[in-house]
């Protein structure tokens, strides 16, 4: 049996943005969305490039603090990703690669 393809993704924001504990984070992969929680997570990827998006409903705003970042994925790879909302939520997040 072969290791899981995919994403493992973990969002961040500062603990003072008191409201972002309660609103879902949302990926996006090639335009296929999934809302869900803010700690690490693993999408199912097929193996291949992808574009990930990353971002969250916030007051009349439904695409909130977005980031986006194209990836490859090789069979048996999970890549792991970052998300960082911003400070001020006006301002695009930050979506890298894991250390």
Known sequence: ???PTGISLQ??????QLFLFFVPLTV???GTA?????R???VPLAPGVH???V???????ARCCEATLRIEVADGQEISLEYRAPQP???????????
């Open 55 to 61: 971002f969250f409903r916030y007051m009349f705003k």
């Open 89 to 99: 939520v006006t301002s695009p997040g930050s979506l890298t690669f894991a250390r």
């Open 1 to 3: 049996m072969s290791a």
């Open 40 to 42: 690490n997570r693993f």
């Open 51 to 53: 574009q990930v998006k």
């Open 34 to 38: 999934e809302s869900g929680s803010w």
């Open 11 to 16: 969002g961040r924001h500062n603990p003072l």
């Open 28 to 30: 996006e992969v090639d």
